[in-house]
């Protein structure tokens, strides 16, 4: 069984940063990639960023040049570093893992964390 356990959301004021981890555990082969979604009240889950095992990045148009998403292969993790945050990004940010099973080519499955809180106040 695969966890994707999330940390790092929290109060925070408009300009401000955070910093969110996700660390994935359990028995599988690889992480083809890993990203955050968020989602509000009343909205729908959108993506935020996502990173692949190979580095490639996309971001939503809404965070770029304030967003930086990065992984530490070894650690099986990933990081969001949030600067200039803005009252908009007020959301639960969930953590996504598209996660290789075994090394059978379509054995490939996606994980959700339990989700973050991140409010920025204004």
């Known amino acids: 069984q695969v966890q994707l356990a999330e940390s790092g959301g929290g109060l925070v004021q408009a300009g401000g940063s955070l910093r969110l981890s996700c660390a994935a555990s359990?028995?599988?082969?690889?992480?083809?990639?890993m990203g955050w979604y968020r989602q509000a009240p009343g909205k729908q889950r959108e993506l935020v960023a996502a990173?692949?095992?190979?580095?490639?990045?996309n971001y939503a148009d809404s965070v770029k040049g304030r967003f930086t998403i990065s992984r530490d292969n070894a650690k099986n993790t990933v990081y969001l570093q949030m600067n200039s945050l803005k009252p908009e990004d007020t959301a639960v940010y969930y953590c996504?893992?598209?996660?290789?099973?075994?090394?059978?080519?379509?054995?490939?499955?996606?994980?959700w964390g339990q989700g973050t809180q991140v409010t920025v106040s204004s």
């Open positions: 996504n893992g598209r996660i290789r099973a075994t090394s059978t080519f379509w054995d490939v499955y996606d994980y």
């Open positions: 359990g028995r599988f082969f690889s992480i083809n990639a």
């Open positions: 990173i692949t095992s190979g580095g490639p990045t």
